[in-house]
């Protein structure tokens, strides 16, 4: 069966894209895995689903790790998704709904930029009580859509993602679920830089929305930070995060802004 893509990239964060608006393409996690291989397939972090909406939002939006797996919401996937409803619709929507595990989210463009409106932070917990070799920095912990711990170091240039993010990722503190691990150093008051290791890709990325959200208000509760905050990613573009506070450590509107660009359009046998 031949199975049409498109590939996409948000900040570097890159994805499969398929409109499964039929619900035609039954894709199970073996085949998912297989055409994110970057050897012996397309090459992805992860594939998206576009579907038809259940609850009344434009869409409904699926999203598979490398390997496979289903996780609750992808940011930069989102703001993909986003960009592709134009091959969706006629002309471009301002704004568009799509369902996700996390919750019924909005994408808006914004020029070539596209802004998601992100689920509510929930699960925060500053300074969590472990530790893992070879770290010597705090972890904190929040939830911004998928799970994800965030440790605030002096340089990230020598800094072994791999083997920590790995550490911190298979840590029996998050499981079974496992947890997304960030470093982040503070450039500025309003402007830190980041570098991600992604549960269900098992490597470092390029690029972590949620990663990014995650990070940014951790920066916020630690320091003041007034929104917005720019975040540096490993891909080196830098992307917007907006937030309102509604109490001492929960948040609202809470938004991430960056590039999501179509790279090319094919089909695969499968
Ligand atoms: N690997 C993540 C999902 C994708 C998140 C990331 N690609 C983003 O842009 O938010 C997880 O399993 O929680």
């Not at 434009?58 to 490398?66: E, I, P, Q, S």
């Not at 929104?227 to 506070?245: M, R």
Request: aromatic content about 8%.
């Amino acid at each position: 069966m031949l199975l049409h893509f498109y590939k996409m990239n948000g900040a570097g964060n890159d994805f499969i894209v398929i409109d499964n608006r039929d619900l035609s393409n039954n894709l199970d996690t073996d085949t998912i895995a297989a055409l994110c291989d970057r050897h012996r397939g397309i090459g992805a972090d992860g594939l998206l689903a576009v579907e038809p909406a259940e609850n009344g939002a434009d869409y409904k939006f699926r999203y598979y790790n490398a390997d496979g797996g289903e996780a609750e919401m992808c940011g930069n996937g989102a703001r993909c998704f986003g960009r592709f409803t134009s091959h969706l619709t006629e002309e471009m929507p301002e704004k568009v709904s799509f369902e996700t595990i996390a919750g019924t989210l909005d994408a808006v463009m914004i020029g070539d930029d596209v802004r998601i409106a992100m689920s509510t932070p929930k699960d925060l917990q500053l300074n969590l009580p472990i530790s893992i070799d070879d770290l010597d920095a705090k972890m904190h912990f929040i939830n911004t859509g998928v799970p994800h711990v965030v440790s605030f170091v002096e340089s990230l240039d020598e800094l072994d993602v791999f083997n920590h993010g790995r550490d911190i990722r298979q840590h029996s503190h998050f499981a079974p679920a496992g947890t997304n691990a960030n470093f982040a150093k503070v450039l500025a008051p309003d402007h830190i830089a980041i570098r991600t290791y992604e549960r269900g890709v098992e490597d470092e990325t390029l690029a972590c929305g949620t990663g990014m959200v995650a990070c940014a208000l951790v920066h916020h509760l630690l320091t003041g930070a007034p929104s917005p905050i720019k975040v540096d990613v490993e891909g080196g573009d830098t992307l917007e995060i907006g937030f309102e506070k509604t109490g001492d450590d929960s948040f609202t509107n809470v938004t991430l802004t960056g590039p999501a660009d179509f790279v090319f359009e094919g089909e695969i046998e499968i």
